[in-house]
């Protein structure tokens, strides 16, 4: 199984790389630096500032964005292709496939996470930026695995794309929605409302807590950051592959 696992996530970072990958990251990272050039160039008075948030945010978007992408559109073409039935039909547990598609998608993650290292590196403490880039990369995995999730549920890209893209919005301003949900006017509704975004709080992870724009101006991050990263990204990718796993067993080809 070990080695039916290394085949299929090296296969899959393969057809990353065939894909043209390498070009995306590098159009992504000049555009980005562009962007973030002329704001400091239009807001002079906090230029550095400015630039280091920007460049962090477009990266940290445009990674979570193109490692969803690939995710998708690599299952749903294996989909069409019949490539899932012939992989199954082989000698190994489903549990193989699926595992060997997250590897190679955790493989992928890297290659973003990486060149978005670099690019903020230059503009921040190298601690923190070296921070900034561990978490970046467990926000990455914890996205490859609820894509994988919920292209094995849905099976078609466009629905998948969206659900995971609105998980990803959810998950960032969790924090967000609740301190709105708890108003300052505590009646019924206010009530309800503060309940209900509790609920989805407990359910999603953090992820305004990974990579943090704030850890790269202020040099605020710390190991109890990069603990709390690793211990949401450990829970949530095991549970998302679990979740996975179950969907793919259920099913009958």
């Known amino acids: 199984m070990k080695s039916a696992v290394r085949t299929i996530a090296a296969a899959t970072l393969q057809e990353a790389l065939r894909s043209r990958l390498l070009w995306l990251l590098a159009a992504v990272a000049l555009g980005a630096v562009g962007v973030a050039g002329f704001l400091q160039a239009v807001v002079p008075a906090e230029g550095h ?27 749903v073409r294996e989909y069409a292709d019949k490539q899932v039935e012939m992989l199954l039909a082989l000698p190994y547990p489903r549990a193989a496939w699926l595992l060997g598609r997250l590897a190679g998608c955790a493989l992928l993650a890297l290659l973003p996470a990486g060149v978005a290292g670099v690019l903020v590196a230059g503009t921040a403490p190298p601690a923190q930026a070296a921070l900034w880039t561990v978490s970046l990369l467990g926000e990455l995995w914890i996205v490859a695995a609820f894509a994988v999730f919920c ?42 409302i503060g309940a209900g975004t509790d609920a989805i709080a407990f359910v999603l992870p953090r992820l305004d807590a990974f990579a943090r724009s704030e850890w790269l101006l202020y040099g605020t991050g710390t190991a109890a950051d990069l603990g709390f990263v690793a211990g949401q990204s450990a829970i949530y990718v095991t549970l998302l592959a679990g979740a996975a796993l179950f969907d793919l067993y259920r099913k009958e080809f």
Not at 49 to 61: F, G, M, P, S, V
Not at 155 to 169: D, M, N, R
């Open 49 to 75: 500032a400015t630039n280091t948030a920007l460049l962090a945010a477009l990266l940290r978007l445009a990674a979570a964005g193109i490692v969803a992408i690939f995710a998708v559109t690599a299952i």
């Open 151 to 192: 292209t094995l549920t849905l099976q078609h890209a466009l629905p998948s794309l969206c659900a995971t893209a609105g998980f990803y919005v959810l998950a960032r301003s969790v924090t967000a929605l609740q301190l709105a949900g708890h108003g300052a006017t505590p009646d019924a509704g206010q009530r309800v």
